[in-house]
């Protein structure tokens, strides 16, 4: 009901129902309109577009306070070691969890090029099953959109951390910008990943104490119809050369064309550092 005040207040089995809710409703709506066969690696594509000074990092002013000479961090979905390397001159240690292959090796390649030798690169995906070694800080950055069991991947972050758990979401997840477009091609309203608040308020749920900062993120550049198309195209899940990417390319240079190209909508305003401590049992 609109005036229950649960919707504000949620128990913590609700909000974990709610956020799973979310993952599945994403997950049998992608299910139901890709076009492509599923990758065998989907971040194959994108790896190099992760590797540290290949896009701004905003976030890692508000990380960097949180790193001490003597630390050990997690990062966990550490990508191509956008966070990894910077904080690897900052801190005595970095486990880097991956379970991307190719995000694996845009890791490896940039840290040999920053001569940084004191990142540990493992192949799992969070939780990992019999992970025993514990960190000062544990990091999960733009890693826990799709998480569907939240509460064990929560728990194991806690769990393993010594100090503070850090997670970082931009207030909107991947596509939602696009909706318009994707109703428009796919006939159907886009069912949204969670993103910043939705963890808020998960996190409220489960009676953690957190900070909150945020920065601006960076409007999206002027680009080509075909860049556009090609980025649109695979937040779309569609086949290069269909039908579909036709009407979207159409739709796109008539709603997004300006006198010096294209300009997409916003994708996220603005990013979010939830910082907390992990429970003392």
């Avoid at 913590?12 to 956020?19: C, I, N, Q, R, V």
């Avoid at 961090?73 to 990508?79: K, N």
């Avoid at 001159?89 to 486990?95: C, D, F, N, Q, T």
């Avoid at 390649?109 to 940084?116: K, M, P, Y």
Wanted: contains cysteine; glycine residues 8%.
């Amino acid at each position: 009901m609109p005036n229950d005040p649960g919707l504000l207040r949620p128990s913590e089995a609700a909000a974990t129902a709610a956020w799973a809710a979310l993952i599945d409703a994403d997950a049998a709506q992608v299910a139901r309109v890709r076009e492509p066969e599923p990758p065998g690696d989907y971040y194959a594509p994108l790896a190099a577009q992760f590797q540290p000074g290949n896009r701004a990092t905003l976030e890692f002013p508000l990380i960097e306070p949180f790193a001490r000479s003597g630390d050990t961090w997690l990062d966990i979905g550490a990508g191509g070691g956008r966070f990894a390397i910077p904080l690897s001159s900052r801190v005595s240690r970095v486990i880097a969890i991956e379970p991307s292959e190719a995000m694996r090796a845009t890791l490896i390649s940039a840290a040999a090029e920053a001569g940084s030798t004191n990142i540990e690169v493992h192949d799992q995906r969070w939780p990992a099953a019999g992970w025993s070694a514990s960190a000062d800080v544990s990091l999960a950055a733009h890693s826990i959109y799709d998480i569907r069991e939240i509460a064990p991947f929560l728990d194991a972050m806690e769990r393993h951390t010594r100090r503070v758990c850090i997670a970082v979401f931009g207030d909107q997840a991947r596509g939602a910008s696009l909706a318009p477009l994707f109703e428009a091609v796919h006939g159907e309203p886009l069912a949204a990943l969670p993103a910043l608040r939705e963890f808020i308020a998960l996190l409220g749920a489960r009676g953690r104490r957190f900070d909150v900062a945020t920065v601006a993120a960076e409007p999206p550049g002027v680009m080509s119809l075909d860049e556009a198309v090609s980025s649109a195209r695979r937040l779309l899940w569609l086949a290069p050369g269909s039908a579909k990417e036709q009407r979207i390319r159409a739709l796109i240079d008539e709603w997004w064309r300006t006198s010096s190209g294209i300009a997409l909508p916003v994708g996220r305003r603005y990013l979010g550092v939830v910082s907390w401590e992990p429970p003392r049992h």
